[in-house]
């Protein structure tokens, strides 16, 4: 079985500045990882994943992430925050094999960003 | 322009009072899953159907059914909801697995 820690619950940055919100692993297979944001009153919006490749991964919204296995880490970071990036952040993995695309989510991480 | 929706985003319930909520999509995906999310915690998958084939997670309560008439609509019945049950609710799609899951916005529940 995989699952998913998301070190920080809550996470405030001024605007413009740098950010980045951790994710760590745990599982006895291969792993896809993805992370979401959801807004808001709104549902959950893929933001990046890492299917396989090079292991920085571009997102939308200027994210990226890069995979560390040895770490077992896939941490998001943005260079420059806008207010509009304020959410909830939510790190998930599944594994690669065959069947169900069973998604195991971190209990998230939640972005302020301060004007 | 809405891909997954969900009715009624709000849903107030009493105690054991059987309720069911609704996720229809216009992707015309194959899989449609089904998750609970409790305050401050993950998203928890219940179920999901592949077409007509339905897979139960080995932790969901009887308490929670799910029906799929047709492509675009599947269901959330919740026979007799305790105040455990108290959730948001989120519907996703992906048209196939391995495929992106295209989520809803989901259907809070308060149980009274």
């Known amino acids: 079985a995989q699952s998913v820690t998301q070190l920080d619950s809550q996470v405030p940055v001024f605007e413009e500045a740098p950010v980045e919100l951790r994710c760590n692993y745990s599982s006895s297979v291969s792993v896809y990882l993805f992370w979401y944001v959801q807004y808001p009153n709104q549902g959950l919006q893929l933001l990046l994943k890492y299917l396989s490749g090079s292991t920085l991964v571009k997102g939308i919204n200027g994210f990226e992430a890069e995979f560390n296995k040895s770490q077992t880490s896939f941490h998001l970071r943005k260079p420059s925050v806008h207010i509009s990036d304020t959410a909830e952040y939510f790190c998930a993995v599944s594994d690669t094999g065959t069947g169900a695309n069973n998604l195991f989510f971190g209990t998230g991480t939640r972005l302020t960003v301060i004007p | 322009d809405a891909m997954v929706i969900q009715n009624p985003r709000y849903q107030v319930t009493q105690f054991g009072k059987p309720v069911t909520l609704s996720c229809s999509q216009t992707?015309?995906?194959?899989?449609m899953y089904w998750y609970q999310q409790k305050s401050s915690q993950a998203p928890k998958l219940l179920f999901h159907?592949?077409?007509?084939?339905?897979?139960n997670e080995a932790d969901t309560p009887d308490n929670f059914q799910s029906r799929r008439p047709n492509t675009s609509f599947c269901f959330l019945d919740i026979r007799s909801p305790g105040l455990g049950d108290a959730a948001m609710y989120l519907c996703a799609t992906s048209r196939d697995f391995r495929d992106e899951q295209f989520f809803g916005p989901g259907t809070r529940l308060t149980v009274l």
């Open positions: 159907y592949y077409d007509k084939d339905f897979n």
């Open positions: 992707l015309n995906h194959n899989v």
